[in-house]
């Protein structure tokens, strides 16, 4: 479990301790479910990492819902997490945090659209010697809180942790157009471990 999640376990831990203590079975077995969904929700399950040159992995766990291209030929792929998807997210590509920039918007469903323009997000740019992409930690009607724990500067590695969206969201990546992407809308992906694109 990551460490954000202590704060909301452990409060629902005493909870439940308390309510068993007061001989309340009810109340116990409603913080003991809650207490259980809240540690299932901040898991942080180990993954493989691919090896290999030119990879992109997915930051986040979740459905593919759209891949689109601009006039310019940038690309974004947009993944969709619902609540029972793994919200820790990873860096798809080694190297540095070249920026980072904070927006306040919106709480939209996370599946609508507009939501990558609107909402409240998280602007991440990630910089590898040979390729820049950009994470956008895109907040949803129930996600209220987007987290990066890295800043400017701070090295990556392919995979490595940045991040966490509470209770569900969207991830969208933005590529430019040389890249090759490798999934397809409705495929789903694994946060760290599933390859979804490469480049030259």
Known sequence: MVRDGYKFVLPLMILTGLSVFLHQ????AIFLVLTAFTAFFFRNPVRQIPDGENL????????VVKISKDENGEQTLCIFLNVFN???????????VARFEYRRGKFKVAFDEEASRVNEQNIVAFAGPELSLVVKQVAGLIARRV???????DAVGRGELFGLIRFGSRVD???PAHVNIRVAVGDKVRGGSSIIGDYK
């Not at 793994?86 to 540095?96: D, E, F, L, Y």
Request: with cysteine.
């Open 25 to 28: 079975p009810v109340i116990t």
């Open 56 to 63: 992109i992995v997915s930051p986040a766990d979740g459905k």
């Open 86 to 96: 793994v919200h820790v997210n990873r860096a798809p590509i080694a190297g540095s």
């Open 147 to 153: 987290v990066c724990w890295k800043k400017p500067g």
């Open 173 to 175: 990546v933005v590529m």
